[in-house]
């Protein structure tokens, strides 16, 4: 069954590469019209250039409360709506123990991770979904569902992003509100983790790989989709099978 978005506006942050690049190719190849967002124009204009179909871009902090509303309004200023909207921005500046991480890096992380998503949330949802009914989609983690490892500040928010999508889902509907939870995927922001011990996990899952960008962004495409119209609230562990084998 081939998926499309055609008639639909998308905004994904986070979107010059890795995961978020996926998703905005992917949503691009289905018929959307797509901004993409993140910190850097250069890397943001190179990555649209490699995508088929209608895009365009937009320099934002995801963590800038304004940077949002301001990307939110070139939205609808370039392309007249915005039914999708995907937080898929994200940082990870410290990795030790929880207990010992400092003050700047504990609120970088929460700036990006969290409150990032509440406010680009609200800036979509006061500027075009609060009367056009959407979807918002949240890129979470595992680490938001296991414990263990060094990302604890990481996964905090990430378990927290997962409960504001339920939240969000009940307060805003008809619009959904969706997550998913990748596992080990090989993206430059993971490239640490895929080097200290990706070979040796991807021996022990069922599917035998790592995960790559356009395995998310297949997900996301179908979730953001009519074909997932009565699915909301909800996050969906795509991790190739590491938690059926107690994998991190």
């Known amino acids: 069954m081939e ?16 995961i978020g690049k996926a998703i905005a190719a992917s949503f691009a190849a289905a018929g959307a019209k797509v901004m993409l967002s993140s910190r850097k124009q250069d890397q943001l204009e190179a990555a649209a250039a490699e995508m088929s179909g209608e895009t365009a871009v937009f320099a934002a902090n995801a963590g800038d409360t304004a940077a949002a509303r301001a990307c939110v309004q070139a939205t609808l200023d370039r392309f007249g709506a915005l039914d999708i909207l995907v937080n898929n921005a994200a940082t990870n500046p410290y990795m030790g123990p929880t207990i010992a991480v400092d003050e700047g890096r504990f609120d970088k992380t929460f700036q990006v991770n969290l409150r ?3 406010f680009w949330c609200q800036a979509a949802w006061d500027l075009a979904m609060k009367d056009h009914p959407g979807v918002m989609l949240n890129i979470a983690s595992v680490g938001g569902l296991r414990a ?3 990302l604890g500040p990481y996964n905090l928010t990430k378990a927290a992003l997962i409960h504001l999508t339920r939240q969000l889902a009940h307060e805003l509907g008809p619009t959904r509100v969706v997550g998913i939870a990748p596992g080990l995927v090989k993206t430059d922001f993971a490239a640490a983790l895929v080097e ?13 790989r790592l995960g790559e960008p356009e395995d998310i962004a297949n997900l996301a495409t ?7 119209s009565w699915i909301t609230g909800e996050t969906y562990v795509i991790d190739g099978g590491a938690g059926v084998v107690g994998s991190a």
């Open 222 to 228: 179908f979730l953001v989709s009519d074909l997932a």
């Open 3 to 18: 998926i499309s978005l055609e008639g639909k506006v998308a905004l994904v942050t986070g979107a010059s590469k890795g």
């Open 148 to 150: 263990g490892g060094a």
């Open 116 to 118: 990032g998503p509440v």
């Open 196 to 208: 200290a011990f990706g070979d040796r996990l991807a021996g022990q899952l069922p599917v035998k």
